[in-house]
């Protein structure tokens, strides 16, 4: 796993806070998320992490199991549950790479996809704040776009990553992600392991074979 504060300028997780990496994140896990908005929508505060849920809940929602985790970027400004978020509250999942299904006649078949130069994936997402009498709940949304060139034979849609000259700008509420260029992204099959939540470790991400393997 990488580094999460690496060459972000953030203050990282307090000792205190518990988190272990993860190579199998799944909704409704915890996640740490870059940020310069404060606890209380304070604008321009120091680049921070702290832990936010994934699986999103608008200020004004109520619990659901059904709670989104991806949004399309293309309309996010035009949707009730995420405009204000857009607008006010964006942030950053550093990771190592990403899981895609492809859809095969065997079945679906999950694949890794990372940088090829080996630095870390920065995932623009949203977050939003909900409260309750007893509750305190931090939670984001994954964005998403149009798969590239990279990425699109696996699946159509892929996360929205920021370059490093761009981040600065999307955590102010600024600035808008460019299109990944292609020639960025690598992929390989792994083990349909990744399904399961309770599995977890470096060999999820381990490349398997395939019929091409053998041709």
């Known amino acids: ?51 936010m849920r994934w699986g999103f809940r608008p200020s004004w929602g109520k619990p659901s ?9 293309e309309t996010v ?23 895609e299904w492809m859809t095969t006649p065997q079945g679906k078949t999950p694949w890794y996809h990372y940088r090829m130069d080996g630095s870390p994936c920065y995932l623009a997402v949203v977050w939003e704040t909900w409260r309750d009498d007893e509750h305190h709940l931090e939670s984001f949304v994954m964005l998403t776009t149009q798969a590239n060139e990279d990425c699109k034979d696996v699946h159509h849609r892929m ?22 260029e292609v020639g960025l992204i690598d992929r390989h099959p792994v083990s349909k392991k990744v399904n399961n939540a309770t599995h977890d470790g470096p060999e999820l991400i381990r490349a398997i074979p395939t019929l091409l393997d053998h041709e």
Request: charged share 20%; with cysteine; glycine share 6%.
């Open 65 to 73: 199991n059904r709670e989104p985790i991806n949004a399309r970027f």
């Open 159 to 180: 996360p929205v990553i920021l370059q490093p000259n761009e981040i600065k700008d999307w955590l102010c509420g600024e600035g808008t992600p460019s299109a990944t």
């Open 77 to 99: 400004t035009e949707k009730p549950m995420f405009k204000q978020a857009y607008a006010r509250r964006r942030g950053i999942v550093p990771a190592d790479g990403w899981y």
């Open 1 to 51: 796993m990488v580094d999460i504060s690496l060459g972000l300028e953030s203050e990282p997780l307090s000792e205190l806070t518990p988190f272990e990496p993860s190579w199998n994140v799944a909704p409704q896990q915890w996640v740490p998320v870059i940020t310069s908005t404060g606890v209380h929508g304070e604008s321009n505060v120091p680049r921070h992490m702290r832990l």
